[in-house]
Structure formats: structure tokens, C-alpha cells
């Protein structure tokens, strides 16, 4: 199954969009950017003449928010799948593991109690 990227329109899919928009979509795309990174490339785009010299502090912004958008995308894709793998091998999850510890604690503590009650009624050996 493919899933596309935040942020992509359905025509730009389609029709495969710009050489700017490929630039911009391939430089964030999975969402690790940086500042100095979305500069370099919106400079690069600036001497290359694809982008004019004002626009560019705005392209830098879209970029990191592109990048930001893909990030989490990313992040909730790999958590959905961990969770989906997870439930499908029967593994325990750690709350499950924290209730049964602490039953477990609770139910040692009756059983003590209880021999506990067991030899005062028996009396001194």
C-alpha cells in the first residue's frame, strides 16, 4: 500500500509538479530539516532562478513546515504500525505488565497474611 506525504495535493500527484515543488518536496520530505538545510536549498533554487530573492525567507518557512508536517506524519505512521505489530503478536503491553505486577503484590501480601492467621490459630509448635 502506498501512502503519500502531508502536504502533496492530489494535482500535484497527478501531474507530478514543478522541478520547484519536486526541489522543495525531495529536500523535506521526510521531515528532518533544518533551518541551514531549507536555506541552502531555497538559495540553491534562488541562483538557479526558480525562486525570486524576496519570496524566499516565506519559501524557507513552508519548507520547515513541510518538514514539521511530514515529521509527525511520519511519527504517527510508525506508531500506528508498532501498535498494529504489537496487538497481532499477543506482546504485553507495560501498564499490562505494571496491573499484573502489582495483583500479584497484593495477592503475595494475602497469602502471607493468611499463613500468617494460620499459625497464630495453630499455636507454638
Known sequence: MR?????VTAHERASGGDDRQRYLDAAGALGNLTRRGAESAVRALVRRGEVA???AESLV?????????NRR????QV???TERTV???????QRDLDRSEALVAALTARVDALEARLEDRAGPR
Do not use: V
Request: overall charge negative; aromatic content about 4%; hydrophobic content about 55%.
Open 61 to 69: 518557512d513552508d519548507l520547515l513546515a513541510r518538514s514539521d508536517r
Open 87 to 93: 496487538a497481532r503478536l499477543g506482546l504485553a503491553r
Open 79 to 81: 506508531a500506528a504500525e
Open 73 to 76: 506524519w511520519i511519527a504517527a
Open 3 to 7: 501512502t503519500m506525504l502531508p502536504g
Open 53 to 55: 530573492a524576496d519570496a
